[in-house]
């Protein structure tokens, strides 16, 4: 059968697919402050996903909402393996909010991205998380899934090509292992060695399929093998183990070694987007993973045991929720766009499209330029 | 100074270019050590190396992604398809992320991609299509399609200088059947205006690629046997179109006859006829008329084929129609 996470694969009592956390992880390496931050990134992530369904619930959403709830250790551990002081990059999918985060999305330009703002990043063209800044390191997916693999594929092949010390990242679900692009393009990237990291949430649901709708595959880790590139399977429910399995493949890629695709194993608990009522869901399986295998939960107890506070993580708390307090205060007074800014920068040039002629204030009757003889014609 | 082929003056222009622009790099399917399926890329490994000329594995879509990756970061890949049919496996990477990319994203993605186009070579169904209309309902992309070596040199040139992602459709048939003197220097032709191939009165016939060169022996041919005189309207850029272009030839024949070698219905026919319409009925004296393909997959067979595909013969008739309505 193929691989639905089960607690297994990812939990606390588990077995572990990786290795045993011991000195020589990269997680070892991190500062106290670092390990604060990662439990920061994860709860802004819930925080500012919970402001936006009371926003939702508000109708100030336009669109659809998605949640990465139960999913944030994934997207904040790998985004954080990354060196920004380098240019790495990533490309996020619609479950790596965390990710964005750490590369430097705020959660001003989150909301009004949602709430379909004329200074939202897109200027209120595209929805959701679906923005990037290559200043920040990281690119806007489209909705077509695997389609980001050959794109940062691309991106990474100018790094080789140009001889410059960037790694790229991508984010495809379990779903997308099943495109055309999926294929296309992580093995294009491995032929190249292209620095590229390639991560493959397996969460278990792609909207309502299962996995086991989804490939015969046993584990998606396996596909590696087909490309010819390492594969690595992980708990991506403990922060520091998705940190040291991306990390390694970082520096891996870094040095010339090419892709490495990883399996991080998870679970999603909201549906496919908010309005989903997970009516396919086996009763008590989003209950099971909310209460013994919760991401956030599991990495208290872990900065618990290492001797961390709970006043210093409530001190965390309580700064990310007045930041969303005051980004959703800026949002919520942001203006719509102007509707005419529709018509700019399809092109370079023109940089603006005339408006249609029904459009145009005021023109509706106009005079035509008659040729000579026009409607005398004799046959 | 010697003629050159439309096939050389597509590789000149992709050596001139990689000379002028360390970005500019070649990807796609054989085009290394073999120099691509008609040798367009010919010599192009050896003066520029694997890393400006790179082979790719069968891959439409990555080949398009990776492209798109690539120009992001600054810059500026060249994609050949091996057969221009199989840009319809890259069709969603095209229409969906590259084309929307500066619109949704306001990332720049200058990026072209060419490749051998068209029939009248016995190709079949899957070496001789025209997919211009597949694209040219797509904003944020352009879209070229040269008849002369002259255009074939200076419209590449110039998409991939452009700042947009640019389709550039060459026609296999002329490859080597086409040739002439080029301009001295760098030559670039604008992308977006049209050429009066022939000067006429009577009668325009508006087409661009293979078909150019078939209407232009039709006007010879008319103005022999008929003493009509025909105009020959080569659009050269269907995205943007030259819509002056277009209502200029009109307002001085009043009468349009549009030709391509694409099938006929949903064809770029029907927008130039939509827009003489809306920009120029006052000034036509007869109904809009096409020639085009018969709406089937291209046949192999000479006698299929050709009955299929727009002959000069058909052309001539359809003009006359069109002089003495």
Redesign the interface.
Known sequence: MPARPTMKDAGPAGKRSTKPRTADRPSAALTRAQRIELYAWMRLTRSLEERLVNLYRQTKVVGGLFRSLGQEADAVGSAFALDRSKGDLLSPLIRNLGAMLVQGATPVEILRQYMAKGDSPTRGRELNIHFGDLERGFIGQISHLGDMVPVMAGVTLSFKLRGESRVGLVYVGDGATSTGAFHEGINFAAVQKCPLVVIVENNGYAYSTPIERQTAAVRLVDKAAGYGVPGVRADGNDVLAVYDVTKDAVERARAGGGVTLIELMTYRRKGHAEHDNQSYIPAGEIERWAEQNDPVDRYVRQLREDGIADAELTAVDARIERQIDEATDLAERSPMPDAEDALTGIYAEPARLAPLWFREPGAVVREHERAQGWGTFDG | MAEVTYLEAIRQALVEEMDRDESV?CLGQDIGAYGGAFKATDGLLDRFGS??V?D??I?E???????????????R?VCEMQFIDFISCAY??LT??VA?S???????CPIVVRGPSGGYVRGGPFHSQNPEAAFLHT??L?IVYPATASDAKGLLKAAIR???PVLYFEHKYLYRRVKEELPDGDHVVPIGRARIAREGRDVSIITYAATVWKALDAAEQLEKEDGLSVEVLDLRSLLPMDDDALVATV?KT?RALIVHEDTRTGGVAGEITARLNERAF??L?APVMRVTAADVPLPYSPPLEDYVLPQTADIVKAARVLAGY
């Open positions: 790099f890393n400006r790179i790719t594995p891959s879509a990555a080949i398009v992604g990776a492209a798109a990756g690539a120009a992001h970061m600054g810059m890949p969603d990477m969906n992320y929307t500066r619109y949704r994203a306001f990332l720049p904003p944020g352009k452009d700042d947009d307002k009043h006052e000034w004296d």
